[in-house]
Nanobody, 118 residues
Framework: VQLVESGGGLVQAGGSLRLSCAAS????????MGWFRQAPGKEREFVAR????????YYADSVKGRFTISRDNAKNTAYLQMDSLKAEDTAVYYC????????????WGQGTQVTVSL
């Protein structure tokens, strides 16, 4: 599975962005999808994930209520809608995919930069 993120950019605090993660090589409808981020000088951290059938979603406490993960299997694309952005959301955002029966994220995109200005 090849994953390509897009939709990052510069936004003012309080604004919104929607990240996309387009997959090729295999269909996404049998994979859990996740979003992670890495800020300068910090380790990569979990942001959100959706199980393969869309039945459950999970969020980091820091983004709960502001970010929404979704997927469109017909387009083989996952999304991360980010609202009420804060300066501390500034990071490189990565999408990832994994088989539902494993805990390791097997496939990663190259990342997209999100910068939130005050």
């Amino acid at each position: 599975v090849q994953l390509v993120e897009s939709g990052g950019g510069l936004v003012q605090a309080g604004g919104s962005l929607r990240l996309s993660c387009a997959a090729s090589g295999r269909t996404l409808n049998t994979y859990d999808m996740g979003w992670f981020r890495q800020a300068p000088g910090k380790e990569r951290e979990f942001v959100a994930r959706m199980v393969w059938n869309g039945a459950k979603t999970y969020y980091a406490d820091s983004v709960k209520g502001r970010f929404t993960i979704s997927r469109d299997n017909a387009k083989n694309t996952a999304y991360l809608q980010m609202d009420s952005l804060k300066a501390e959301d500034t990071a490189v955002y990565y999408c990832a995919a994994r088989h539902p029966l494993v805990t390791v994220w097997d496939y990663w995109g190259q990342g997209t930069q999100v910068t939130v200005s005050l």
